[in-house]
Structures are given as C-alpha cells and as structure tokens.
C-alpha cells in the first residue's frame, strides 16, 4: 500500500510510511533508548480497558515496560507507529525458540479502527522473515474479539487453539497470495481516502495569497472565488488586511474555522514553516505550488524531505511541491484550486500532469477540443502523493470515466503497472510519457543490454503489459482521449468509411491501413440499400462516396452501414463543398449518431472548415472531430488495441516445483565471495538429462570489488556456475566440457558427443565470432585439437593470454533465439526474446518485457516477433517447440525474480527445436543490489 513505502533514514534506519484507512499516515519504525518517555506517555494516556486486553490484565510497572519496549532483548524486535509528533502505536515479537515468536501490538485508543494494528502486524511478520523466524503465536483473551478479527482479515493463515483462559493464535510469516491481496485492497480504500479528502474539501486557506492579479498567490486565490466553491476561503498573508474583498489573516493559526486544505504560495522556507503551521493547526491537505525543492538540486532535495517529514509527522498528505495546484469539476465541489487563467469544462476525464507549466496549455488545449475533465492534479515533484495513489483514486470515482496522465518520471514502476493493469480493465488509461531520446542508454556488456537500449524501451513495455495506451505527442493524446471518453470501443479492426469526395476517402483507407485497422468490402446488400437513396455515380464501396454529400445523404448511410454487422468502427469525412451548410451536415450526423442501432465508435474528419464541429461535440452523444483523416485512424488504432488486451484473458504468473532457489541462492552468495579465485576441480556437465552450460567469463571482475575480503560487487559467473543456476531452474543446456589446452580439449571431446562445437572462454568476449573463438561442427579429436590451437593464438594475438577452451556438443537444427535479462535500476528485471545467433544485433527483432511475466506475456512476446513464421515453419522447415520458449521465458521470469543479484543475462542462442529448446551459449553477471 501507500503505506507499504519502504525507505532508509539518514543513518540508515529502516522505516515504513503508511497510509490509513482514512487517509491519513504514520511512521513505522524500530524503537529507539530514546522513545522511553514517549511510550510512557502512550501508555499513560490508554484506557484500563486497553491495557487490560492487551496485557490480560493490569500493569502497574509501566515505567519498566517502557523501558524494555525501548530497548529490546537481543533477538527481539520493538517498533513503534508515529502521527502527528507522537507515539501512537507499539508492536513487537519475542522469540520463544528457533523457529517462532511471539507476537503482539497495541494503538492509541483515539487512533484504534484505522487499520494500524494490520500495518503492525504486516511490518512485523516482514522483520521476522528476514531475521529467520517462519512462524508467530499471539495469546488473546477469548473476550477480545477485535484482536481475533485483525489476525483472521490480515489474510494470514491463522490457527487458533484453546488453553484455559486464553486463545492461541498460530500463523506463518509468509504472506499467502490472499494475504497480499488483502492488503493491496487495504493499500487501495487508503489512497483513495486521502485524496478523496484533497478533492473534497470543506474549506480551504491560501497561505501567500496576494491582493495583486496577475501573481501565481493573487490568481489562485481568485480562481477559487470565481469558481464558485461553496465553502470558506481564507487568505492569509501577515502584510495584508483585506485579500481581493476578503479580511485576511496573519497566519493559518488566526483562522477561525476549520482548515481542510491549505495551498501554500511562499518561498520554500516560508513554504516549511508555514507547513509546520498548518500541521498545528490540524490541516489534512497540503498543496505547496513553491518551486526551489528537489528539482534544483541537493540543497533543494533537502529542504523537500523536511517539507515530507513535517507533513509525516503530522499526518497530513502533500501534492507537490513545484505544482500549479488541484481542481475538481464536481458541480458540488467547484474547488479551482490552481493559478491557470482557463476554467476546465467538467467531463468525464480525470487528468494528472507531472508539469506545472504544461498543465496550463493542457487545460486550454482541452477546452478547445471540447474535452471536460472531472479532476485535475498538477503533482509537480510528486514528494508523497504520486500518480499510483491518483489512480486508485480515479479507479472507483463515478464521474471519470477515462484516466489521463502525463509523466516525466515513474517513481515506483512496478507497483504502477500493478495498479494500472487493475484499472485498465474497468477504465482507460492515456499516458504521455517525456524522455523517448536514446541520451539515456544504458552501457552493458550483454547482447541483451544493446538489443534493448534506452530505458524508454522499458517503458514501452510497462505500458503493453499494463494496458496502458501510450500515445506519442499531446496532439494524438487528446485525440484518443477525446473518443475514449465519448465514444464505445470498437468490438474489433473493421472500420466503415463515409466521404463525400474521393480524395479523402482514399487517404483514410491508407491511414487505416497503417494503423493496423482493416476495410473490409461491403456485401451486395448493404450497396443495394445505399443505392436505394445515393447518386447514381456514387461509389458503393469501401469507402462508401455520396458524392453530393447532403446532410440527408450522411444520416442515412450512416445507419445503414451501422446496421451492418461486419463492421465495428465507422470514419466519417466532410469535405466542404462550394455551396451548403456544414452546420447542416453536421447536424445530420450527429442525428444519426444518437439513433444507432448498436454501440459502435463514430468519429469524423471536418476537412478545411471548422463549422458544425462544436455541434458534433454538444449532442447527447459527443462526437469527436479531427482535421484529417491520419489523426482520425491513429486515435481508432489506438481504441481497437485497448479494447483488445482489455477483452483479452488476464494472464496469470506460473509457479514451477522443479525450481531449486536456495541452492541457486548458495551458488550466488559463494560466487561473490569468491570472486575471482580459482574455484573446485568441477569442469564439465555432462549429463543424460543433456543439460551443461555454455561459455561465460570465467572469474571476470568488474564495477567494484573488496580486494582484501575477496568478495566482489558484480562479477561474471563461470561456465559451471552459469550450469548451475539454469539447472536450478530446469533450463536446459547442452552437454559440455572444459579444457585447460589443447591436447585436454581433443581427449575430453569423445565424452561430449560427435560432433562438437569448440569454443575460447576468456575474460571480455562478447562476440566469439569476431574474436575468431569458435569453431563448428568439428567431427573428430584431430579436428578439436587443431581448433583449439587456432582460438589459442587468436586469443593470444589479442591479448587474452588467459583463456581456456569449452568443448560442446552439437545440436540439431532449429530455430536460433536469444533469451535475456538486463537488471534496471529503477524497473527491475527487464526480460527480452528476439532473434538469436549471429543475426541478433543484424535483425535487432526483440520483444520486451518487465518481470515477472505472465503467460499471456511470454505468448504475446513470441507472437509479436517479425522472426515468429520461423517458429511456425517457414520455408519447408518443421514448426519449433514454442511452447518450450515460452516455457524457458517463464523460468527466466522466475530466477530473475527470485534472484535480484542477476544483472546480465544472455542466452545466445537458444536453440528451439521440434520437440523442446535448449541453451547453447550463456553468460551471466551477478552483482550486489544497491541498498539506497
């Protein structure tokens, strides 16, 4: 949940902010020596009843057991839960043994019912796993129902048992997949909350409100008078009396009502003191549209994590800071609070803009579209809430029926798809995302790292997997948004197309084409019909061509055409003629749209003339106009792909029980330890189960290593290890052996199987091929000898004095792939599939994804490729085993997931065969995941 953010104080202490049921937070954190007289006071303040239930009975030394909450027995572990500057929750565990603890919480009587005790228990059930204890036990009285009722909602698998006078609860650590989705429900009611509570305010204080139009303080607080809202609005500003007609107030702290929101317009430290001001005072929202924060540097980084640490502290939620503010276009609400010079017109589109400035124009270009929006949030540098809590908020508003967003970062890209893959099933998401340039390539060492690129490749693939529909200018972003939200989606790809000119008719056709749409021809009848009222000359066809182009001509052969089931989407264009009334037509169109005979999406091309185009978007049913036809068909593309992942089955992530991730886990560990040092005598895998591992880098070092423990930050795993891990997770590999020279290479080579491949394995080769490091399809020992001597001195004359040699058996012909990772610092594993061999970096044919995948994602990967008509049998060639990539796909999934120390992956090539797929050649970095 919101309250699931996990982050490290300065001296790196671990702490969760979380986010109750009714919107407010609390800190949760480890006890401190110095909490004694704060858990003193929480306990004095609580109520007989309370202590009663919690202790089973009274205790009177409660000096002492402050102390020893303070300060914990080794093993043990205290936390304590922080709002509004005090302790108001305290839950620990006390190991009874090895494998067990008990557990137990206690909250504020004022603070009970919010959902901290879950929070508690949740955080605790965490520290426990990572400290080795697998199971809790609680003792509860039989009379204390609501603490039974934490433990049986938390969605842990809970086990009670009687003893005399008391209920043991029993229950595992580990969250079951019932238990996460209980609390991403819990996570979900809770930001909802909070910003139902920014959005829905009873009053609000403009802290720098200005008597002087014009300023950013002057016009927000004029836009909330003019705006109508129905509730106080306070100005406050200590240099003035009266703000614009309004007695003013020196300070938050003077005014005499309540204070559900405060904007705050001062320099940023003003901007902090004035929001210690308001955390006194007992405000619930705070918007801070004051730049000079995070975005100006380290200086400005830290003036904004005081501004979130005032704003913790005292429970309240923070839009901002460096934002233009928040509106609502409820008719109840009319809350306009924000400094843009253009009132929105309601509608159903619920908008989030990462930037202040281009809010402004979003809002004008909106209007002038005839686009009205439900909410609107400028989030600015986006320091608490952020556009997941926007979304879950949005997710169950009645009155927005299309999400719109524009972001230049994503915080927390896995929980956003999450999110959005949720939403999107119910509502559309339209998103434009800043930052496509490749200045943000990634430098890797992998065929992986290159195929893929620049992050906004994985942004990309964030989007697919979401449903999120990603548009590529603003200009196309308020086309798709104005059909979504006024228009069905299409039930398919086929696309009826109405004109009065040819021309036209023609270039919607090649738009459509482009877009992936089709145009199929119209059946005899559907021409007999339209022949019945149309022109003689007129084309029956697809494009359907009235050629007068009447307004009775439009509206009857629009019904005729949506009468038609062989089509699901209908492209009207006008071309003005030289005598008429376009108002007319449009009129005549918009009749018919209101009267069709089933829910299909109508769009229209009003081509050189803006007349009519506000009556098309002010029926009862709107309908969404554009300048020319290519724009017209990209926003229909873009509605049939939504529609078809959203009717799409919800893909759902496999579990294997043949996976071994704790002796991958050791492997891991070992391998970073050891680092470069020579390891054991294992030098060969060569098994029935035909399962080995290809070349990697033996011992390669890199970005940063402990020289005087030997471990190692980031290393490159040797052929065995590699062998390892993938049979960890039942990837298999083709049978190999490792040889010291030459000779060695020729005798090991019988024991693999004829015929060989013989292969360099030495530190920084990437492409064996061009280091002269691989040799094919060598038939006998003569052969392997003569080979190796070769990749030796070839190695030798680049410098790679040390080198060894891999002798590995052939496999049959199939499809070659690539299957690989690259770890993303702020996406996580990023899985990629395409063309293998030494066609990889020449075809650059790659599909991406985020981890973990799905089924229906390893599907959708493989079917998407240019290179799949191999899989299927091309060319006289027998159809691959797809099943086992997608197989492999999966398993990979897996060990990234399970094994965040996998930075770089590359299996290349695998080879898909007619019956199963196996690894050829594998290299994999490991590296210690950043603690920041």
């Given at each position: ?741 030459p000779e060695e290479a020729a005798r090991v080579a019988a024991e693999v199987g004829w015929p060989v491949a013989v292969k360099g394995v030495a530190t920084g080769i990437l492409h064996k091929a061009e280091a002269r490091a691989v040799t094919l399809a060598v038939p006998d020992a003569a052969g392997v000898e003569a080979a190796a001597h070769a990749i030796g001195e070839a190695l030798d004359a680049a410098g790679r004095l040390e080198h060894r040699f891999l002798v590995q058996r052939m496999m049959p012909s199939g499809a070659e792939m690539l299957v690989g990772v690259v770890h993303d610092r702020v996406f996580g594993p990023v899985i990629a599939c395409g063309a293998g061999g030494s066609a990889a970096r020449l075809l650059r044919d790659v599909a991406v994804r985020i981890t973990p995948l799905t089924d229906r994602d390893a599907a959708e990967m493989v079917r998407s490729l240019a290179t799949f008509r191999l899989l299927e049998g091309f060319g006289g060639t027998a159809p691959a085993d797809v099943a086992a990539l997608e197989d492999t796909l999966l398993r990979v999934s897996a060990m990234v997931e399970a094994h965040p120390e996998v930075a770089e992956m590359d299996c290349n090539p695998l080879i898909v065969l ?19």
């Amino acid at each position: 949940m919101r309250g699931s953010a996990m982050s490290m104080t300065p001296s790196r202490e671990r702490v969760r902010d979380a986010v109750l049921r009714d919107g407010s937070s609390i800190r949760l954190r480890r006890s401190r020596p110095g909490d004694e007289p704060a858990l003193l006071a929480f306990l004095s303040a609580l109520a007989l009843e309370s202590r009663r239930m919690r202790f089973a009975g009274l205790v009177n030394d409660l000096t002492g057991l402050a102390k020893r909450w303070a300060e914990p027995d080794a093993g043990d572990c205290s936390l304590v839960g922080e709002a509004g500057g005090r302790i108001v929750a305290q839950g620990s565990f006390n190991r009874a043994g090895r494998d067990s603890a008990e557990v137990a919480f206690l909250v504020a009587d004022e603070f009970q019912g919010r959902g901290i005790a879950t929070l508690l228990l949740d955080e605790l059930a965490a520290r426990a796993r990572d400290a080795g204890i697998p199971t809790f036990f609680a003792e509860v009285l039989p009379e204390n129902a609501r603490m039974l009722d934490v433990f049986r909602e938390s969605g842990f698998p809970t086990r009670v048992r009687v003893e005399p006078g008391a209920l043991i609860v029993e229950f595992p650590t580990e969250l079951s997949d019932a238990a996460r989705e209980r609390f991403e429900q819990r996570e979900r009611i809770a930001a909802a909350a909070a910003v139902d509570a920014l959005l829905h305010p009873a009053s609000v204080a403009v802290i720098g409100a200005s008597r002087r139009r014009g300023t950013i303080g002057g016009e927000l607080f004029h836009n909330l008078l003019r705006g109508a809202f129905p509730g106080p609005v306070y100005p406050v500003n200590p240099n003035a009396d009266v703000v614009q007609s309004v007695a003013a107030y020196r300070s938050v702290l003077d005014v005499p009502g309540r204070v559900d929101l405060a904007v705050i317009v001062l320099p940023p430290p003003a901007s902090i003191a004035a929001a210690e001001q308001c955390a006194a005072r007992g405000v619930r929202s705070l918007v801070v549209v004051s730049p000079g924060f995070a975005e100006v540097g380290p200086e400005g980084a830290e003036r904004q994590r005081e501004l979130l640490a005032v704003c913790r502290r005292a429970g309240m939620r923070l839009v901002g800071p460096n934002c233009m503010g928040v509106m609502n276009l409820d008719p109840g609400v009319n809350l306009h609070a924000t400094y843009a010079s253009a009132m929105p017109l309601p509608g159903g589109v619920g908008f989030m803009s990462q930037s202040g400035s281009l809010g402004l124009a979003i809002i004008q270009r909106a209007n002038r579209v005839g686009l009205g929006l439900s909410s609107f949030v400028s989030a600015g540098n986006k320091a608490d809430l952020s556009g997941n809590d926007f979304l879950q908020y949005w997710e169950g508003d009645e009155r927005t029926a299309v999400v719109a967003l524009y972001l230049e970062s994503l915080g927390n890209p896995r929980k956003f798809a999450r999110i959005a893959r949720r939403v999107g099933r119910s509502k559309p998401i339209i998103a434009v995302k800043s930052g496509r340039s490749a200045a943000g390539a990634r430098a890797t060492s992998s065929h992986t790292g290159a195929l893929i690129g620049a992050s906004d490749v994985t942004v990309d693939a964030l989007f697919r997997q979401a449903g999120v529909i990603r548009t590529d200018t603003l200009s196309e972003f308020f086309d798709v948004a104005s059909l979504l939200a006024d228009q069905p989606l299409p039930a398919g790809r086929r696309v009826g197309i109405l004109t009065n000119g040819g021309g036209p008719g023609i270039l919607a056709v090649d738009a459509c084409d482009a877009d992936g749409l089709e145009v199929p021809p119209l059946p005899a009848e559907v021409r007999a019909r339209l022949a019945e009222f149309l022109p003689p000359e007129a084309a029956l066809g697809n494009p359907v061509d009235t050629i007068d182009g009447t307004p009775d001509s439009f509206a009857r052969a629009i019904r005729v055409l949506a009468d038609w089931d062989g089509m699901d989407a209908l492209l009207v264009l006008f071309v003005p003629p030289l005598a008429g009334s376009d108002e007319d037509v449009a009129v005549a169109i918009r009749s018919a749209v209101e009267e069709l005979p089933r829910p299909i999406p109508v769009v229209c091309v009003f081509m050189a003339s803006e007349d009519g185009v506000s009556t098309l978007r002010a029926g009862r049913v709107r309908v969404p106009v554009y300048g020319f036809p290519e724009e017209a068909a990209r926003a229909l593309a873009r509605a049939v792909q939504y529609a078809e992942w959203r009717r799409a089955p919800v893909g759902s992530v496999p579990r294997f029980d043949d996976v071994r991730p704790d002796e991958a886990a050791a492997m891991i560990a070992s391998a970073l330890a050891r680092g470069g040092r020579p390891k054991g005598p294992e030098r060969s895998h060569v098994a029935d189960r035909s399962r080995g591992s290809a070349p990697a880098q033996g011992g390669e070092r890199s970005r940063g290593s402990d020289p005087s423990s030997g471990a190692e930050r980031s290393r490159w795993l040797d052929p065995d290890e590699v062998a390892c891990l993938l049979e960890c997770y039942g990837i298999p590999i083709a049978p190999w052996r490792l040889a010291d020279t030459p000779e060695e290479a020729a005798r090991v080579a019988a024991e693999v199987g004829w015929p060989v491949a013989v292969k360099g394995v030495a530190t920084g080769i990437l492409h064996k091929a061009e280091a002269r490091a691989v040799t094919l399809a060598v038939p006998d020992a003569a052969g392997v000898e003569a080979a190796a001597h070769a990749i030796g001195e070839a190695l030798d004359a680049a410098g790679r004095l040390e080198h060894r040699f891999l002798v590995q058996r052939m496999m049959p012909s199939g499809a070659e792939m690539l299957v690989g990772v690259v770890h993303d610092r702020v996406f996580g594993p990023v899985i990629a599939c395409g063309a293998g061999g030494s066609a990889a970096r020449l075809l650059r044919d790659v599909a991406v994804r985020i981890t973990p995948l799905t089924d229906r994602d390893a599907a959708e990967m493989v079917r998407s490729l240019a290179t799949f008509r191999l899989l299927e049998g091309f060319g006289g060639t027998a159809p691959a085993d797809v099943a086992a990539l997608e197989d492999t796909l999966l398993r990979v999934s897996a060990m990234v997931e399970a094994h965040p120390e996998v930075a770089e992956m590359d299996c290349n090539p695998l080879i898909v065969l007619e019956q199963g797929a196996v690894v050829v050649d594998a290299r994999i970095r490991i590296e210690l995941p950043s603690r920041d």
